[in-house]
């Protein structure tokens, strides 16, 4: 018996008919959840509809002994939907994980209006939406998560503007939820994936393309992040694939004061503004303005302490 046990718990995951979400729910299942199994069915650059792979997902848990229902719906316009289904079918929900993607490329200045608005609306607004529409009743439970999916083209990714401006939207989301979410026992994290998928099985690189499909099952990924949802770890991002995990953290150097409020003060400050020496992590906006004031003297330390930093939640350290 696996000692990792979802056993009464409800999870949605959305797009889990194919790739990353497929195995978020098979692994699921497997370990006791009832799992609301959502796919629109679409083209992998988020083309209309064209299959039914969350029936087949379901079709393959009900067959090894779990529990799930499809949904068909979209994140972008059926957020609402797709949390009332799992009410309706289960009566709660413990665990989302925002996972349904697409993918997309162009030239920046090049990218039609549309895909851009497209990569916005799957990726940004169906995690958002799905986010609102269910964090009521994840508020109801003990112990409840948020998965959101982030990429490390968060990093900066050429040729992809549209899909890496979504994904580093859902870092800040991410850690602003976590932070909201502290008191009402929502945690919410967010990993940057590494699979072989119908994505990434669009790589032009053939030998890239190859090792990724012999060492970077979805399954691998699918593992951490269910153990991810069994912790009470909160507001972190997780580079994730190929059995390896590492967190990612949003740094800043120390910083360098300019000796007057001239452009030639900061060009002479410029070595010390780009060293990183000294780097910090700061939990929150709070806490990084916190860094700031107790660098001001004593009076912009006793305004840091007035801001009490870091009180307003307990972080995963
Ligand atoms: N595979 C990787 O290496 C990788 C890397 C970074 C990030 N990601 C992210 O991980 C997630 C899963 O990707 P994957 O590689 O498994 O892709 P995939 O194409 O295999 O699966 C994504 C699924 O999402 C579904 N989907 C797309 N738009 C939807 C919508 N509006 N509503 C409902 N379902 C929708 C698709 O039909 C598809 O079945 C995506 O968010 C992707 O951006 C993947």
């Known amino acids: 018996m696996d000692s990792l046990r979802f056993d009464g718990k409800v999870a949605i995951v959305t797009g889990a008919g194919r790739g990353l979400g497929r195995e978020y729910a098979l692994m699921l299942a497997a370990r006791g959840a009832r799992v609301l199994v959502n796919d629109f069915g679409g083209g992998p650059d988020g083309s209309a509809a064209q299959d039914t792979p969350a029936d087949d997902v379901v079709r393959e848990i009900a ?3 779990g529990e799930a229902r499809a949904d068909r719906n979209s994140v972008i316009d059926g957020a609402g939907a797709i949390v009332g289904a799992a009410l309706d079918a289960f009566g709660q929900v413990d665990i989302l994980i925002n996972n349904a993607g697409i993918a997309g490329g162009g030239w920046f200045p090049e990218i039609p209006p549309a895909d851009w608005q497209r990569m916005m609306d799957t990726h940004l607004e169906g995690t958002v939406r799905m986010s609102r529409a269910a964090w009521p009743h994840l508020m109801k439970r003990e112990g409840s998560h948020i998965v959101n999916s982030s990429s490390s083209a968060s990093f900066g990714a050429p040729f992809t503007s549209h899909y890496s401006t979504a994904k580093s939207a859902m870092i800040g989301l991410t850690r602003t939820l976590a932070i909201e979410g502290h008191g009402v026992g929502i945690a919410v994290n967010a990993i940057m994936p590494s699979a072989y998928t119908r994505l990434t099985a669009q790589i032009p690189d053939t030998v890239l393309r190859d090792f990724l499909a012999d060492h970077f099952a979805p399954v691998r990924v699918a593992a951490f992040v269910v153990w991810l949802v069994s912790t009470r770890i909160s507001g972190q991002v997780f580079s994730v694939g190929g059995g390896r995990a590492a967190r990612v953290m949003l740094a800043e150097g120390e910083g360098a004061k300019a000796a007057a409020d001239t452009p030639e003060a900061w060009a002479a400050a410029e070595s010390g503004v780009m060293g990183m020496e000294g780097v ?10 916190c860094d700031t004031l107790n660098g001001m003297g004593p009076e912009g ?13 307990e972080p995963s350290r």
Do not use: H, T, Y
């Not at 910090?280 to 303005?289: D, F, G, H, P, T």
């Open 63 to 65: 067959a090894a002994g």
């Open 301 to 313: 330390a006793a305004v840091a302490a007035r801001m009490g930093a870091g009180d307003a939640w």
């Open 280 to 289: 910090r992590m700061a939990r929150s906006m709070v806490e990084e303005l």
